[in-house]
Antibody, heavy 121, light 107 residues
Framework: EVQLVESGGGLVQPGGSLRLSCAASGFTFSDHYFDWVRQAPGRGLEWVGRSRDKAHSYTTEYAASVRGRFSVSRDDSKKSFYLQMSSLKTEDTALYYC????????????WGLGTMVTVSS | DIQMTQSPSSLSASIGDRVTITCRASQGITNELGWYQQKPGKAPKRLIYSVSSLQSGVPSRFSGSGSGTEFTLTISSLQPEDLATYYCLQHQGFPHTFGQGTKLEIK
């Protein structure tokens, strides 16, 4: 079964750091791009960042709202994707989804269940 | 950035109705447009990709169309399980951007 499972969410103070992980199973991890998409409570969806695959040099992209504070990475040998978050702000409070895309096949085809990040003092 | 304006923001329809949701892009996009369904308390699910391609396993009552700056999701005959919020997404450029969402209620 194709699956993405996020972990690492929790409560953190403003200015703090947190690392989210996404464990993949049921498919060839290295063939795909991965993104983080977040959803603040009661709000819509916001794309956060992307890591492309080895064929595209593992290049990354970020939303302006997180650029310089967040960093995406991946470990193909562990079938895992990560989001390192620093200098967290209250407005980063959201459910963070790990999402898979396949080059040439549209975007965001498979979603995890999400992990909740709450930034509060 | 490409802005996606989705309408309506909410709608109420009866079982069997034909439902149409529209997204307008702030600039022309090619075929990099998808539609997503999010049921209450659940993760989003892709329904349509590349404007009009139906995701495997999605019922054929869902369809997508459009070109340029205007795109449409149509549900041909509304079913009770279609209660959800629907989002469009453009992924032609970065940042990828979603519409604001359309909350669909069943009368």
């Amino acid at each position: 079964e194709v699956q993405l499972v996020e972990s690492g969410g929790g409560l953190v103070q403003p200015g703090g750091s947190l690392r989210l992980s996404c464990a993949a199973s049921g498919f060839t991890f290295s063939d795909h791009y991965f993104d983080w998409v977040r959803q603040a409570p009661g709000r819509g969806l916001e794309w956060v960042g992307r890591s492309r695959d080895k064929a595209h040099s593992y290049t990354t992209e970020y939303a302006a709202s997180v650029r310089g504070r967040f960093s995406v990475s991946r470990d193909d040998s562990k079938k895992s994707f990560y989001l390192q978050m620093s200098s967290l702000k209250t407005e980063d409070t959201a459910l963070y989804y790990c999402v898979r895309s396949t080059y040439g096949y549209g975007a965001f085809e498979i979603w995890g269940l999400g992990t909740m990040v709450t930034v509060s003092s | 950035d490409i802005q996606m304006t989705q309408s309506p923001s909410s709608l109420s329809a009866s079982i069997g109705d034909r439902v149409t949701i529209t997204c307008r892009a702030s600039q022309g996009i090619t075929n990099e447009l998808g539609w997503y369904q999010q049921k209450p308390g659940k993760a989003p699910k892709r329904l349509i990709y590349s404007v009009s391609s139906l995701q495997s396993g999605v019922p054929s009552r869902f369809s997508g169309s459009g070109s340029g700056t205007e795109f449409t999701l149509t549900i041909s005959s509304l079913q009770p399980e279609d209660l959800a919020t629907y989002y469009c997404l453009q992924h032609q450029g970065f940042p990828h951007t979603f519409g604001q969402g359309t909350k669909l209620e069943i009368k």
